[in-house]
């Protein structure tokens, strides 16, 4: 089978926008099975999902321009990837959004699978910088469940897994094992030197500022703030 992915974007603007606009696509891998640092020790059974697997356009996006009218129908942006080997395409999902350069703050949203589907006109995107040997993370991620549940398809998570990270050490894919699973991403990493983080876990919610900060590391407050 193929592992081409052939993706076609279509913006329309609802409002005049007259400041730098980018497009950003990419890949995430739900279900992976692998080690968890826990409050219990390591889950060798551990389900990680929406792990950022690759930014598909360049980790910083491409320019889509600098000045829209209202009801601005862009001309459909064409992009054509090929998965990894290594990835379960039936369990990939393309995450695409658009922010502004000066403040990289979200303005829409959206993600499909291999068939796309429709959405809400607004989404809300969280950004979850996270690690395997993170073991403050899984509760984090018990969070965004919830928010899931609550926000359903209004709702979009992304694990990401910074290389140069305090808790990205690759760990045996079983109890065991000598092979080893790396859920972490250069792309993911630049994001993460950019943004400074420097607790785990810590969001972003589309990137806009809450309590004065981008960085949100008090996971209790993150339902409250989507």
Not at 7 to 12: F, R
Not at 115 to 126: C, I, S, Y
Not at 144 to 163: E, S
Not at 166 to 181: N, R
Request: with cysteine; glycine share 6%; net charge negative.
């Amino acid at each position: 089978a193929t592992r081409i992915v052939k993706l076609a974007t279509d913006i329309k603007f609802k409002e005049a926008v007259t400041e730098e606009l980018y497009l950003q696509l990419w890949v995430i891998e739900n279900g992976i099975i692998g080690p968890q640092v826990t409050a219990k020790g390591i889950n060798w059974e551990y389900e990680h999902n929406h792990v950022l697997r690759s930014a598909v356009n360049g980790t910083w996006g491409q320019s889509i321009g600098a000045s829209f009218a209202a009801n601005k129908h862009l001309e459909t942006i064409t992009t054509t990837y090929t998965l990894n080997e290594e990835w379960n395409a039936d369990n990939c999902e393309i995450v695409g959004f658009v922010y502004r350069a000066s403040d990289d703050v979200i303005l829409q949203a959206h993600l499909v699978d291999i068939v796309a589907d429709k959405r809400p006109e607004k989404v809300v995107l969280l950004e979850d910088y996270t690690g395997m040997q993170c073991v403050n993370c899984p509760e984090a991620a018990s969070i965004i469940d919830n928010i899931h549940h609550t926000f359903g398809n209004r709702f979009i998570a992304v694990g990401l897994h910074p290389a140069s990270g305090p808790y990205q050490k690759p760990m045996p894919i079983a109890q065991g094992s000598k092979e080893l699973l790396d859920l972490s991403s250069t792309d993911a990493d630049a994001y993460y030197k950019k943004y400074s983080v420097k607790a785990f876990p810590t969001a972003m919610i589309d990137r806009s500022t809450f309590d004065g900060s981008k960085l949100l590391d008090n996971k209790d407050k993150w339902s409250s703030y989507v």
